[in-house]
Each structure stands twice: as C-alpha cells, then as structure tokens.
C-alpha cells in the first residue's frame, strides 16, 4: 500500500487513534486493496450506528438490517470516491444512509449537486485531510456539548420527519459553539476546495 | 459574482433530505454554480456525521443490534455484485445555462424546454416534481415584469440568465431569491439579456390582480 497517508496510518494502528483520523486509514486500505479485515472494522463500527439512525428515522428492526447490509456494501463499492480532504467517514457514511432512508420511505426524490471538476486525488493532501478530519472530531464534540433540548432539535432534523419551516427554527436558534464549529468547517472545506 | 445564497435552513433540510423535491431541485441547481454553498452544505453534512456517529450513546435496547452473521450477508451482497445494490447514475452534466440537475430535469438543454405563455411575454414550463410543491423554469423577455404577487409559502428564485430587480434588490446569474410570505414583490426583468429563472413555490402563488387570479388554476401556479 501506498505510503502517502503515513499520518493518518501512523501511531498505533487503532482505529480509535484520535491523531489520525477515525476509520480514514480502513477505508483507504478497503479502496486500494480490497482489504476485507478493515472493512470488518468499519462494518463493527458504523453498521450498528447506521442500523440505529435508520430505526430513528422510522424504519422497523428487520428493514433496517436489510437496509444497513445495503450501505455498507455501497461503502465498500464506493469506498474508492472517498476523500478525506472532504469529510470524515462519519459524514460520507451518513451522507450513503440518507440516500438509501430517501429510497426505502419514499421521501421526496433529492437530485444531487454536479460534481466538482475534480474527483478525489489519488494520494489526498494529508495537511487537509487532518485538519478535515480534526475539525470533525470537534464539531462531533461541540454537538454533544449542547443542551439537551437543543441537540434533540437537530437530531429531530435530521433523523425524523421536520418540514423546511421547522428546521428554519431550529437553524434561527442560537446555537452558539455549534454554529461556530460549522463555520470553522465549512473554512477548512473552502481551503481544501480551492 | 453570487451575492445572494441559500440559507442555513435550506442547507439543513437539503443534507437531512427533509425538502420538498421542487426545493431539493432549486438547492441542487444553485450548489452546481455556487463553490461556497457547497462547501456550507459539506458541513451541514458533517453534522449528520456527527449524529451518526453517536447514534447509540442514548440507546439502550437491542433492536439496532447487528448480527453475527450480518458481515458475512454483507460481503455476500459485495461478492453478488451490483444486482441488489443500487445502479450507480452519474453527476449529472451542465447543459449549456442549464445546471446539471435541473438539466436531468428538462431532459436537455434550453432547447428541450416546453415553454407556454402566460401574459407580457413571460412564458413558463412547469417541471415535473411531486406535489408537495412546484417548480417551473420563468422566462421573462428584458425589461417585462412578472404580474404582482404574494406568496402563502416560501418561494425560491434561482437566476440561470440575465438579471431581474424586484423592491428587495437585484438578482443576477446563480443568485437565490428566497421570498416568504411577508413578502409581496413585482419582479422586472434587467434590459439587455432576457432574465430565465428557475421557481419553486411550497404553496400556489396568489395574484394581486383579477385576471391573472382567475389564470391561476389553469396555469398551475
């Protein structure tokens, strides 16, 4: 394997290594090497919590399963579009799980944005990647650190069924850090893109 | 230059997949031509990340529970092949003014547009979303003005080409108009370059004069 994401891949090789980026390491090797042991890694992770947005969303246990199994072979047939310059695995998975929740409940069809000109770069910048990465790990942090009622309100959002002028109040809220953490993400991204 | 762009509720509900379709098209479209939206929406997204990562700290039964043989159906679905997976659609492609979303929609460039006249020259052609709410392409010859109107929802404005001004302000190429119902405006086409508009309106529009009043129900808007 390539040696040009030693950062993300150095330390002790735990996944949970905080340095280099959550799961950015697994979902290389799964994209260049087809390399099974890390996507059972990935799949330890994020199917529970995949299965667990989509029961939230109103999805019974036994759909939700299938549905799951679906994402996580899109993370795997997909795993080469991945670009941690870009986002966390988090938010790429999400992003895989929304799509499929859109499908199975038929919720209002959502035509995506072009591309960008350029697509993920063989060997991503690792000075972004790590400050992409970073920058999640603190947004992450800043939503838990909200009030009770106030994280309820996003998770409502994005997890349950809100009409635009619902989220229009949730958004008009002063969310303090979050709202300054999505503003610091949103530079990094703007420098990545550019 | 694009002064005027989609708000943090639009950015929300376009990442959470909560929009109406009319609305997921006009936010599709403008991200197409607008680098600092996209980036907005790239973090919207990275808050869903967030709260899908700590989807299970408040859960405590075990129905999200993956089974053991889970993986195993997993990879059998990998090794299968693309059959029960989704097929992957390319991005879609900008056609001529048109961005590649709405492009997908019309089926084709401005050429495949099938416009029908609805008084002073404006002409309009509704696109085919669901009903939760509407979208159509404006066409408004330099210098016309669109009838008065009100709004009982939010209506979305994106411009694809040329200008129009309304009591508000000036909208050019990329620029978003998001107009509540507050507002009531008459939007006049710049002169020179014949203004073409992409609209979505979650509720009927409402004439402020007879005539157009009576159209409404004919003309679907």
């Given at each position: 394997?390539?040696?040009?994401?030693?950062?993300?891949?150095?330390?002790?090789?735990?996944?949970?290594?905080?340095?280099?980026?959550?799961?950015?390491?697994?979902?290389?090797?799964?994209?260049?090497?087809?390399?099974?042991?890390?996507?059972?890694?990935?799949?330890?992770?994020?199917?529970?919590?995949?299965?667990?947005?989509?029961?939230?969303?109103?999805?019974?246990?036994?759909?939700?399963?299938?549905?799951?199994?679906?994402?996580?072979?899109?993370?795997?047939?997909?795993?080469?579009?991945?670009?941690?310059?870009?986002?966390?695995?988090?938010?790429?998975?999400?992003?895989?799980?929304?799509?499929?929740?859109?499908?199975?409940?038929?919720?209002?069809?959502?035509?995506?944005?072009?591309?960008?000109?350029?697509?993920?770069?063989?060997?991503?910048?690792?000075?972004?990647?790590?400050?992409?990465?970073?920058?999640?790990?603190?947004?992450?942090?800043?939503?838990?650190?909200?009030?009770?009622?106030?994280?309820?309100?996003?998770?409502?959002?994005?997890?349950?069924?809100?009409?635009?002028?619902?989220?229009?109040?949730?958004?008009?809220?002063?969310?303090?850090?979050?709202?300054?953490?999505?503003?610091?993400?949103?530079?990094?991204?703007?420098?990545?893109?550019? | 230059?694009?002064?005027?762009?989609?708000?943090?509720?639009?950015?929300?509900?376009?990442?959470?997949?909560?929009?109406?379709?009319?609305?997921?098209?006009?936010?599709?479209?403008?991200?197409?031509?607008?680098?600092?939206?996209?980036?907005?929406?790239?973090?919207?997204?990275?808050?869903?990340?967030?709260?899908?990562?700590?989807?299970?700290?408040?859960?405590?039964?075990?129905?999200?529970?993956?089974?053991?043989?889970?993986?195993?159906?997993?990879?059998?679905?990998?090794?299968?092949?693309?059959?029960?997976?989704?097929?992957?659609?390319?991005?879609?492609?900008?056609?001529?003014i048109?961005?590649?979303?709405?492009?997908?929609?019309?089926?084709?460039?401005?050429?495949?547009?099938?416009?029908?006249?609805?008084?002073?020259g404006?002409?309009?052609?509704?696109?085919?979303?669901?009903?939760?709410?509407?979208?159509?392409?404006?066409y408004i010859p330099a210098g016309a003005g669109?009838?008065?109107?009100?709004?009982?929802?939010?209506?979305?404005?994106?411009v694809l080409q040329g200008a129009f001004s309304?009591?508000?302000?000036r909208f050019g190429p990329?620029d978003?108009?998001?107009?509540?119902?507050?507002?009531?405006?008459?939007p006049v086409a710049e002169a020179g370059v014949d203004c073409i508009c992409?609209?979505?309106?979650?509720?009927?529009?409402?004439?402020?004069?007879?005539?157009?009043?009576?159209?409404?129900?004919?003309?679907?808007?």
């Amino acid at each position: 394997m390539a040696g040009g994401m030693t950062i993300l891949t150095g330390g002790t090789g735990n996944a949970e290594n905080v340095e280099t980026g959550e799961w950015v390491a697994e979902m290389l090797r799964v994209a260049r090497d087809s390399d099974e042991e890390a996507f059972a890694k990935l799949f330890g992770h994020f199917a529970p919590r995949v299965k667990a947005f989509l029961i939230k969303s109103g999805t019974d246990g036994a759909l939700a399963e299938e549905c799951m199994q679906d994402v996580m072979a899109t993370v795997w047939q997909k795993a080469h579009l991945f670009d941690p310059a870009r986002a966390s695995v988090a938010t790429w998975v999400f992003t895989i799980a929304r799509n499929r929740r859109i499908d199975i409940l038929r919720r209002a069809r959502r035509p995506e944005p072009e591309d960008l000109p350029w697509g993920p770069e063989p060997e991503p910048d690792q000075a972004d990647a790590l400050a992409l990465q970073q920058e999640s790990k603190k947004l992450g942090q800043a939503l838990k650190d909200l009030p009770d009622n106030q994280r309820e309100l996003i998770e409502q959002a994005y997890f349950g069924d809100m009409s635009h002028g619902e989220i229009a109040k949730v958004t008009g809220l002063p969310l303090g850090t979050i709202k300054s953490r999505i503003r610091l993400a949103l530079e990094k991204l703007r420098q990545s893109m550019t | 230059m694009i002064r005027h762009h989609l708000s943090d509720a639009l950015l929300m509900g376009y990442s959470a997949g909560q929009l109406p379709e009319a609305f997921n098209l006009v936010v599709a479209s403008h991200i197409s031509m607008c680098d600092e939206c996209r980036a907005r929406l790239e973090s919207f997204d990275a808050v869903g990340g967030a709260l899908l990562e700590s989807s299970l700290d408040d859960v405590v039964e075990t129905e999200q529970a993956v089974g053991g043989d889970s993986l195993a159906a997993t990879m059998a679905r990998i090794r299968a092949g693309g059959d029960q997976l989704r097929k992957a659609q390319p991005a879609p492609r900008r056609q001529g003014i048109l961005p590649g979303p709405l492009a997908r929609y019309v089926g084709g460039d401005l050429d495949a547009v099938r416009w029908r006249p609805v008084g002073g020259g404006v002409r309009q052609a509704i696109l085919p979303t669901d009903r939760s709410a509407s979208a159509r392409l404006l066409y408004i010859p330099a210098g016309a003005g669109v009838p008065d109107h009100g709004h009982q929802g939010t209506e979305l404005t994106l411009v694809l080409q040329g200008a129009f001004s309304d009591s508000t302000d000036r909208f050019g190429p990329g620029d978003i108009e998001i107009a509540t119902e507050v507002d009531e405006h008459s939007p006049v086409a710049e002169a020179g370059v014949d203004c073409i508009c992409l609209a979505a309106t979650d509720a009927p529009l409402r004439f402020n004069t007879l005539l157009p009043r009576m159209l409404q129900p004919l003309l679907r808007i």
